[in-house]
T-cell receptor, first 114, second 118 residues
């Protein structure tokens, strides 16, 4: 089946650091990628929808300047958490989709801000 | 209003038995898709099964089947012959608009934690 690679899988860093998470579709061209945030034992909350070559569409309540999304190619989208603080600690997971694929998810990134 | 509702926070089942995970949805769009995903403790989201609103038959994928009752707006997941490896969190999700499995953002339910006992 289709594979989506997300990197890194685990990040621990100091408060104030910016962290970049990559999401790659390995065997199909993803015209649309989605970024989700998940707290322990809770549902996935959509943060933003990213279309290749255009600006991301953010969900209500998500800070655009805090969570920078870039979708520069059909196989790569990045999420940068700028000036991360402890409250940004969470599980971040991306998914990729195209005309012929349901959403396939990456393995997620556990972000811990000290 | 909640668009996807999973009313069972946790379910327990004996190995080799069948289990049904409930999911109800709310939409006024005639075209929508319903998905089930499995999330083990390691965190990855595994796509299990898909049902389109126009599909005449209930979807099946191996041990997974979707009991789609359109008038009741329910899309319950049935897992037959449960295995220990089925222990995980299960999410029901809906995509409104467009046909097929592609595109569109997903709205997820709250999830159900399934525990399979030996």
């Amino acid at each position: 089946g289709a594979v989506v690679s997300q990197h890194p899988s685990w990040v621990i860093c100091k408060s104030g650091t910016s962290v970049k998470i990559e999401c790659r579709s390995l065997d199909f061209q993803a015209t649309t990628m989605f970024w989700y945030r998940q707290f322990p034992k809770q549902s996935l909350m959509l943060m933003a929808t990213s279309n290749e070559g255009s600006k991301a569409t953010y969900e209500q309540g998500v800070e655009k300047d805090k969570f920078l999304i870039n979708h520069a190619s059909l196989t790569l989208s990045t999420l940068t958490v700028t000036s991360a603080h402890p409250e940004d600690s969470s599980f971040y997971i991306c998914s990729a989709s195209s005309a012929y694929q349901p959403q396939h998810f990456g393995d997620g990134t556990r972000l811990s801000i000290l | 209003a909640q668009k996807i509702t999973q009313t069972q926070p946790g379910m327990f089942v004996q190995e080799k038995e069948a289990v049904t995970l409930d999911c109800t949805y709310d939409t006024s769009d005639p075209s929508y898709g319903l998905f089930w995903y499995k999330q083990p403790s390691s965190g990855e989201m595994i796509f299990l099964i898909y049902q389109g609103s126009y599909d005449q038959q209930n979807a099946t994928e191996g041990r997974y089947s979707l009991n789609f009752q359109k008038a009741r707006k329910s899309a319950n997941l049935v897992i037959s012959a449960s295995q220990l490896g089925d222990s995980a969190m299960y999410f029901c999700a809906m995509r409104e608009g467009a046909r097929g499995t592609s595109y569109g953002k997903l709205t997820f339910g709250q999830g159900t934690i399934l525990t399979v006992h030996p």
